[in-house]
């Protein structure tokens, strides 16, 4: 989802100087969440308490969503800092979630409003989808006639009124459907994805074994984000989703592509279904007539997987456990900060920032696509979805044709279309080979030629080089590691060989898919433009590294996969001392001087401390966590502590020191462990994130790279690109894909530390030690405490 950004939103970044421990002390919180579960909820409502009991707030769990702020009691109980340990790896919801039809009438809602009152609340952050939200702001404009009728009847007392004349709400968005405008992702949508795409990938093996059509149905009544994302990351053949429905011919269409894929020699089809699939007449289609179809006119072995519920549950994402800790302490500080004036506002997900928009508006908007559906108004259905969504649509349809045409004459400029060349430079990545599918396929849909550089610049020196073509890639998708083959050697004193190289195979421009070595490749080519006319090509960059340590982009490909790899592992590190005494576990990340993996992990795993390179450390800072560990398990009663490590975070200070340190300070309260994760980080399967997010910068790759050849292409038919914007590092700042030359970016390069001068991710720092300490934290006394605090107060972020 795509939402308007207005002069009045803030941002984290925006918010300077407003967060003080402490500074709204004993102001009523509650949370709640309500309607269908997600996961990342229990993250969202850990980060919202803990958020609370930082700025002096007291803190309220409504249980069973709307039912218990309606019957009260029990169900309304505060809530302290050590109920929420060890839940932000669980799914579901811990406070519960119901539909409660007695608050939708007054009565219901007048005792939701005494109860709250009673229990001193006049602050609300609710967890749910649209109608939760609506649901909340109406109550909100209730208040003041329920609190007055409230106090005629002697229900509360004549002071309260006065004190809890307007209620504050906030929402946060839970729903694995993703259908909620104004959020680039809602909570538990990309957890979804990954049970969705696990099921899929498990699938396809016994489909290809026994040559099977398998019809998947996947959630989304209303929405078909998970059914096309899902049909665009697994390669699926055929989709059905309600915002753009098939033409009345559907079963010829379906048919006549199996038939072919087949014939082609394809051993298994998946076809992916939404639950609210529908024909152009509003009428559904479901697997079961899908399977008719497919059975009756073609005759193939053809099942269906229903995977229900299965999409709701399981442990969340890394993504969605991040996303849970950001929102919920926004959140916080919208419901603290509003004003009877404020309007009532929804946190949302903007690119890398956690905004605050009108609640309503979004709700709208939201409402305005059900709209344009019932009205069959299916291209506005698709645009109003956003452009990520429509763009998602787009990509599917141009990487599923089965017989691209040899020419597009108004698509290429270029008589017998251009060669473009692919390689990776770096490390492995997964979604490497995702983008190189992409790639192809964009390219040749357009009448291009693709050769595979096989082994980085080694093998484009050697010239081990071959074309490409549209069945090459198939299946590629989900694969981890680099089919390519990839080395981390750097141009640098061999510019002869590769200039041959570049001529000998007529490469008229280049893409190059890996990390620091990849922006240091096309760097050392387009500074060495004037001596070689070779090297005076398009040359792109898509970023994939797993330390995310790239200028000129926020994320990089592989990043998501490793941090869900490490998350991962360390809830099972956590879990293999369930039933034994009190431990501590001091983990070390990948990730260079790239302190990217260790902080996002140690946000997603609720670690107690993370330590990186970007932020130095010395031993009094080392024996201050040790003390807060040991009071965290005497007061708080704690079992598990997790402590990361960044694999460079600091010469002297290694993972081995760390673990004796919290070995030997530790007798007699815990004990400790260490791991070294190693490779595991850049191995598995690409996650769903990976997966689009290659697919997608390749296809804007070939956009780009096909403007600048037009406007290169001298008459004589060569190409001379020779300017700083032909060679780019293509990335994703915020929200939108950037295009920055390389020669740009050298000022914002630390070269010795592989690094970029600005990181986006450390304003998380933080949010990580906040939401990792409890009160006792802060009774001690010292100067890592108080440059904390000044940290804290910058930001959130």
Same mark, same amino acid.
């Not at 939760?132 to 002071?159: C, K």
């Given at each position: 989802?795509?939402?308007?950004?207005?002069?009045?939103?803030?941002?984290?970044?925006?918010?300077?100087?407003?967060?003080?421990?402490?500074?709204?002390?004993?102001?009523?919180?509650?949370?709640?969440?309500?309607?269908?579960?997600?996961?990342?909820?229990?993250?969202?409502?850990?980060?919202?308490?803990?958020?609370?009991?930082?700025?002096?707030?007291?803190?309220?769990?409504?249980?069973?969503?709307?039912?218990?702020?309606?019957?009260?009691?029990?169900?309304?109980?505060?809530?302290?800092?050590?109920?929420?340990?060890?839940?932000?790896?669980?799914?579901?919801?811990?406070?519960?979630?119901?539909?409660?039809?007695?608050?939708?009438?007054?009565?219901?809602?007048?005792?939701?409003?005494?109860?709250?009152?009673?229990?001193?609340?006049?602050?609300?952050?609710?967890?749910?989808? /649209?109608?939760?939200?609506?649901?909340? +702001?109406?109550?909100?404009? !209730? #208040? @003041? *006639?329920?609190?007055?009728?409230?106090? =005629?009847?002697?229900?509360?007392?004549?002071?309260?009124?006065?004190?809890?004349?307007?209620?504050?709400?906030?929402?946060?968005?839970?729903?694995?459907?993703?259908?909620?405008?104004?959020?680039?992702?809602?909570?538990?949508?990309?957890?979804?994805?990954?049970?969705?795409?696990?099921?899929?990938?498990?699938?396809?093996?016994?489909?290809?074994?026994?040559?099977?059509?398998?019809?998947?149905?996947?959630?989304?009544?209303?929405?078909?984000?998970?059914?096309?994302?899902?049909?665009?990351?697994?390669?699926? /053949?055929?989709?059905?989703?309600?915002? +753009?429905?098939?033409?009345? !011919? #559907? @079963? *010829?269409?379906?048919?006549?592509?199996? =038939?072919?894929?087949?014939?082609?020699?394809?051993?298994?089809?998946?076809?992916?279904?939404?639950?609210?699939?529908?024909?152009?007449?509003?009428?559904?289609?479901?697997?079961?007539?899908?399977?008719?179809?497919?059975?009756?006119?073609?005759?193939?072995?053809?099942?269906?997987?229903?995977?229900?519920?299965?999409?709701?549950?399981?442990?969340?994402?890394?993504?969605?456990?991040?996303?849970?800790?950001?929102?919920?302490?926004?959140?916080?500080?919208?419901?603290?900060?509003?004003?009877?004036?404020?309007?009532?506002?929804?946190?949302?997900?903007?690119?890398?920032?956690?905004?605050?928009? @009108?609640?309503?508006?979004?709700?709208?908007?939201?409402?305005?696509?059900?709209?344009?559906?019932?009205?069959?108004?299916?291209?506005?259905?698709?645009?109003?979805?956003?452009?990520?969504?429509?763009?998602?649509?787009?990509?599917?349809?141009?990487?599923?044709?089965?017989?691209?045409?040899?020419?597009?004459?108004?698509?290429?400029?270029?008589?017998?279309?251009?060669?473009?060349?692919?390689?990776?430079?770096?490390?492995?990545?997964?979604?490497?080979?995702?983008?190189?599918?992409?790639?192809?396929?964009?390219?040749?849909?357009?009448?291009?030629?693709?050769?595979?550089?096989?082994?980085?610049?080694?093998?484009?020196?050697?010239?081990?080089?071959?074309?490409?073509?549209?069945?090459?890639?198939?299946?590629?998708?989900?694969?981890?590691?680099?089919?390519?083959?990839?080395?981390?050697?750097?141009?640098?004193?061999?510019?002869?060989?590769?200039?041959?190289?570049?001529?000998?195979?007529?490469?008229?421009?280049?893409?190059?898919?890996?990390?620091?070595?990849?922006?240091?490749?096309?760097?050392?080519?387009?500074?060495?433009?004037?001596?070689?006319?070779?090297?005076?090509?398009?040359?792109?960059?898509?970023?994939?590294?797993?330390?995310?340590?790239?200028?000129?982009?926020?994320?990089?490909?592989?990043?998501?996969?490793?941090?869900?790899?490490?998350?991962?592992?360390?809830?099972?590190?956590?879990?293999?001392?369930?039933?034994?005494?009190?431990?501590?576990?001091?983990?070390?990340?990948?990730?260079?001087?790239?302190?990217?993996?260790?902080?996002?992990?140690?946000?997603?795993?609720?670690?107690?401390?993370?330590?990186?390179?970007?932020?130095?450390?010395?031993?009094?800072?080392?024996?201050?966590?040790?003390?807060?560990?040991?009071?965290?398990?005497?007061?708080?009663?704690?079992?598990?502590?997790?402590?990361?490590?960044?694999?460079?975070?600091?010469?002297?200070?290694?993972?081995?020191?760390?673990?004796?340190?919290?070995?030997?300070?530790?007798?007699?309260?815990?004990?400790?462990?260490?791991?070294?994760?190693?490779?595991?980080?850049?191995?598995?399967?690409?996650?769903?994130?990976?997966?689009?997010?290659?697919?997608?910068?390749?296809?804007?790759?070939?956009?780009?790279?096909?403007?600048?050849?037009?406007?290169?292409?001298?008459?004589?038919?060569?190409?001379?690109?020779?300017?700083?914007?032909?060679?780019?590092?293509?990335?994703?700042?915020?929200?939108?894909?950037?295009?920055?030359?390389?020669?740009?970016?050298?000022?914002?390069?630390?070269?010795?530390?592989?690094?970029?001068?600005?990181?986006?991710?450390?304003?998380?720092?933080?949010?990580?030690?906040?939401?990792?300490?409890?009160?006792?934290?802060?009774?001690?006394?010292?100067?890592?405490?108080?440059?904390?605090?000044?940290?804290?107060?910058?930001?959130?972020?």
């Amino acid at each position: 989802m795509e939402g308007q950004r207005t002069a009045a939103n803030h941002t984290e970044a925006e918010k300077e100087n407003t967060v003080h421990r402490g500074h709204y002390k004993n102001k009523g919180i509650a949370v709640f969440t309500s309607g269908g579960d997600a996961q990342g909820m229990n993250s969202a409502v850990r980060a919202v308490v803990r958020m609370g009991i930082y700025v002096g707030a007291k803190v309220y769990f409504i249980k069973e969503g709307y039912q218990g702020m309606v019957d009260g009691g029990d169900n309304i109980v505060e809530a302290n800092w050590s109920p929420v340990s060890g839940i932000i790896h669980k799914g579901g919801t811990i406070i519960g979630s119901s539909r409660c039809k007695e608050f939708r009438e007054r009565a219901g809602r007048l005792k939701a409003a005494k109860n709250l009152i009673l229990k001193g609340i006049s602050n609300l952050v609710v967890i749910g989808g /649209d109608g939760s939200l609506t649901g909340a +702001n109406l109550f909100r404009q !209730d #208040w @003041p *006639e329920l609190v007055a009728e409230l106090a =005629s009847r002697g229900d509360i007392t004549p002071e309260q009124p006065i004190k809890f004349s307007h209620l504050n709400i906030v929402g946060m968005v839970g729903s694995i459907d993703n259908d909620f405008c104004g959020t680039d992702m809602t909570i538990g949508t990309d957890s979804a994805l990954h049970r969705i795409i696990e099921a899929v990938d498990a699938i396809a093996a016994t489909a290809y074994s026994h040559q099977r059509t398998f019809i998947m149905e996947v959630m989304g009544r209303h929405c078909g984000y998970l059914a096309i994302v899902t049909a665009l990351t697994t390669e699926a /053949d055929y989709v059905f989703y309600p915002e +753009n429905p098939p033409p009345v !011919d #559907w @079963p *010829e269409k379906i048919c006549k592509k199996l =038939s072919q894929e087949r014939e082609s020699g394809q051993r298994l089809n998946i076809i992916i279904v939404s639950e609210g699939a529908i024909d152009r007449e509003g009428n559904p289609i479901t697997a079961e007539m899908i399977r008719e179809v497919v059975v009756t006119n073609l005759k193939q072995d053809t099942r269906i997987t229903v995977l229900g519920h299965v999409q709701r549950g399981g442990s969340p994402s890394a993504f969605d456990r991040v996303l849970g800790c950001r929102m919920g302490a926004e959140a916080v500080m919208a419901v603290l900060e509003a004003t009877p004036e404020t309007e009532a506002c929804v946190v949302s997900l903007d690119g890398n920032q956690a905004v605050r928009l @009108p609640l309503m508006a979004c709700v709208e908007k939201t409402q305005a696509v059900a709209k344009a559906m019932a009205d069959k108004q299916w291209e506005l259905a698709v645009q109003l979805r956003g452009r990520s969504f429509a763009r998602n649509v787009e990509t599917y349809k141009m990487l599923t044709r089965l017989k691209p045409p040899k020419i597009i004459p108004e698509m290429s400029t270029h008589a017998s279309g251009y060669t473009l060349g692919v390689m990776h430079v770096g490390a492995p990545a997964c979604g490497m080979n995702a983008a190189v599918r992409s790639f192809v396929r964009n390219c040749i849909y357009r009448g291009d030629t693709v050769v595979g550089i096989h082994d980085g610049v080694e093998g484009l020196i050697e010239g081990n080089v071959q074309p490409l073509g549209w069945s090459d890639v198939t299946g590629w998708v989900g694969q981890g590691g680099a089919f390519l083959g990839t080395k981390r050697t750097l141009p640098e004193g061999k510019f002869p060989e590769v200039a041959a190289s570049l001529r000998k195979h007529n490469i008229q421009a280049l893409l190059l898919i890996g990390g620091f070595e990849a922006y240091q490749t096309v760097l050392q080519l387009a500074e060495n433009r004037d001596k070689y006319p070779e090297f005076c090509i398009p040359m792109a960059i898509v970023p994939s590294t797993i330390s995310n340590n790239v200028p000129g982009t926020d994320f990089t490909l592989g990043a998501d996969t490793a941090l869900n790899e490490i998350t991962e592992i360390c809830d099972r590190i956590r879990q293999s001392a369930q039933g034994t005494k009190r431990r501590v576990f001091v983990i070390e990340t990948m990730g260079g001087f790239c302190g990217y993996l260790a902080t996002l992990a140690g946000v997603a795993g609720g670690a107690d401390a993370a330590y990186i390179y970007e932020e130095p450390f010395n031993v009094q800072n080392l024996k201050m966590d040790v003390e807060h560990m040991k009071s965290k398990m005497a007061m708080e009663g704690v079992e598990r502590g997790l402590v990361l490590r960044n694999e460079k975070a600091n010469e002297n200070y290694t993972t081995d020191f760390i673990y004796k340190l919290f070995s030997e300070e530790g007798k007699g309260v815990f004990s400790a462990r260490m791991n070294v994760l190693g490779h595991m980080q850049q191995g598995g399967s690409p996650t769903p994130f990976d997966r689009n997010m290659g697919t997608k910068l390749a296809a804007k790759a070939v956009e780009w790279m096909v403007e600048q050849l037009t406007q290169a292409t001298q008459p004589d038919g060569t190409v001379c690109a020779n300017k700083p914007e032909s060679a780019v590092m293509l990335g994703i700042v915020k929200r939108y894909y950037a295009y920055t030359p390389v020669q740009e970016l050298k000022d914002q390069t630390d070269f010795k530390h592989r690094l970029p001068k600005a990181q986006w991710w450390l304003k998380m720092r933080p949010l990580l030690r906040i939401l990792a300490k409890h009160d006792s934290t802060y009774e001690e006394e010292g100067s890592y405490i108080a440059v904390e605090e000044e940290s804290e107060n910058q930001i959130i972020n």
